[in-house]
């Protein structure tokens, strides 16, 4: 597919053109806390040790030729804009942030709670995206350039409706394109659903962990609708990685190579970190961002995929994405 035109993407360290991009995952994160996580007073973070894991995990993603990741880490999940700065500036590596907010379940749904109780709290919300996107966060200067949102286990909720209402008109607002989170594999079709309905381009949507489901029949609704998959939780046992490239190299085969995007979500640092001891290696040896360089590309392979078919899904389709490319029906 040719590209209607470059465009500026923001990242952390200020703005890049799309052919810029590179090689890129669409969904790691630097680091994530869970709403709460600052009772966990007798664990500090300690951002001078995050910064070290950070710039490791960024050194070895560049070995494999990557250029940019996105940190989809909405506003309400211990998004931190001085780590991202931090470890771009040490590596010289693109990192995307997110402005949006999380599922309610696991997101910041009480200060919206108390202040739905006065005012329309999706016209606050839309205000906070559009000022993050235009002006940057806080008074950082960094400007976002992705928005993102979330539902649960096949529930939209009302806050979740009002924070893709507010999305919704983000984006219209300032061009900038979603990224969202999905439960398990369930929703998605209804998020776009709801997006599009509200104005936004299917085309300028990534319906994220996509991969949480098997159903091809899901996987095309979607994709036939004109949205990109995602891919993108490849190491996260809920799906095994075995099945996660069976339905990838389904998809590719159905014609949706064009709109598949991939990564692991791995999260590399935790405020208040909610794992217990005992659990913690594992858990650092399971995110990580290398594995579908290391172990998925080779299964891809196996399946038939091509390279050029391979090589799509981290470097052209990223930049379509970005650059707004229409996605055909299938
Ligand atoms: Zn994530």
């Given at each position: 597919?040719?590209?209607?035109?470059?465009?500026?993407?923001?990242?952390?360290?200020?703005?890049?053109?799309?052919?810029?991009?590179?090689?890129?995952?669409?969904?790691?994160?630097l680091a994530i806390g869970y709403p709460g996580?600052?009772?966990?007073?007798?664990?500090?973070?300690?951002?001078?040790?995050?910064?070290?894991?950070?710039?490791?995990?960024?050194?070895?993603?560049?070995?494999?030729?990557?250029?940019?990741?996105?940190?989809?880490?909405?506003?309400?999940?211990?998004?931190?804009?001085?780590?991202?700065?931090?470890?771009?500036?040490?590596?010289?590596?693109?990192?995307?942030?997110?402005?949006?907010?999380?599922?309610?379940?696991?997101?910041?749904?009480?200060?919206?709670?108390?202040?739905?109780?006065?005012?329309?709290?999706?016209?606050?919300?839309?205000?906070?995206?559009?000022?993050?996107?235009?002006?940057?966060?806080?008074?950082?200067?960094?400007?976002?350039?992705?928005?993102?949102?979330?539902?649960?286990?096949?529930?939209?909720?009302?806050?979740?409706?009002?924070?893709?209402?507010?999305?919704?008109?983000?984006?219209?607002?300032?061009?900038?394109?979603?990224?969202?989170?999905?439960?398990?594999?369930?929703?998605?079709?209804?998020?776009?659903?709801?997006?599009?309905?509200?104005?936004?381009?299917?085309?300028?949507?990534?319906?994220?962990?996509?991969?949480?489901?098997?159903?091809?029949?899901?996987?095309?609704?979607?994709?036939?609708?004109?949205?990109?998959?995602?891919?993108?939780?490849?190491?996260?046992?809920?799906?095994?990685?075995?099945?996660?490239?069976?339905?990838?190299?389904?998809?590719?085969?159905?014609?949706?190579?064009?709109?598949?995007?991939?990564?692991?979500?791995?999260?590399?640092?935790?405020?208040?970190?909610?794992?217990?001891?005992?659990?913690?290696?594992?858990?650092?040896?399971?995110?990580?961002?290398?594995?579908?360089?290391?172990?998925?590309?080779?299964?891809?392979?196996?399946?038939?995929?091509?390279?050029?078919?391979?090589?799509?899904?981290?470097?052209?389709?990223?930049?379509?994405?970005?650059?707004?490319?229409?996605?055909?029906?299938?």
């Open positions: 597919m040719t590209s209607p035109a470059e465009t500026t993407i923001q990242t952390v360290t200020g703005p890049i053109t799309s052919a810029e991009l590179g090689r890129t995952l669409m969904h790691e994160h996580w600052e009772a966990a007073t007798d664990e500090p973070f300690d951002r001078a040790e995050a910064v070290r894991v950070c710039v490791d995990h960024v050194e070895s993603l560049k070995d494999l030729g990557y250029s940019s990741m996105i940190d989809p880490c909405p506003n309400d999940l211990g998004r931190d804009i001085e780590l991202m700065v931090a470890v771009a500036e040490a590596t010289g590596f693109n990192i995307i942030c997110a402005s949006g907010l999380y599922k309610e379940h696991e997101g910041g749904h009480a200060h919206w709670a108390f202040r739905s109780r006065f005012e329309d709290v999706s016209a606050v919300m839309t205000d906070l995206f559009v000022a993050e996107l235009t002006d940057g966060i806080g008074s950082t200067g960094v400007r976002p350039g992705i928005i993102k949102v979330g539902t649960g286990l096949n529930d939209l909720t009302s806050h979740e409706a009002a924070v893709f209402a507010a999305a919704a008109s983000a984006a219209s607002a300032t061009g900038t394109p979603i990224t969202t989170h999905t439960e398990d594999g369930t929703l998605g079709d209804r998020q776009q659903a709801v997006l599009t309905e509200a104005g936004v381009d299917a085309h300028r949507i990534v319906i994220g962990h996509s991969c949480g489901s098997t159903d091809l029949d899901y996987h095309l609704r979607i994709a036939n609708g004109g949205s990109y998959l995602g891919f993108d939780r490849f190491g996260i046992p809920s799906v095994s990685d075995d099945e996660r490239a069976a339905s990838l190299a389904r998809l590719v085969s159905a014609g949706a190579g064009d709109r598949i995007v991939v990564s692991h979500d791995s999260v590399w640092c935790w405020k208040g970190n909610p794992w217990p001891v005992a659990l913690r290696g594992r858990i650092a040896e399971q995110f990580v961002p290398t594995r579908f360089d290391t172990e998925i590309i080779p299964k891809l392979t196996e399946l038939g995929v091509t390279d050029e078919a391979i090589h799509r899904l981290t470097h052209d389709n990223p930049r379509n994405y970005f650059e707004g490319a229409p996605l055909p029906g299938l």
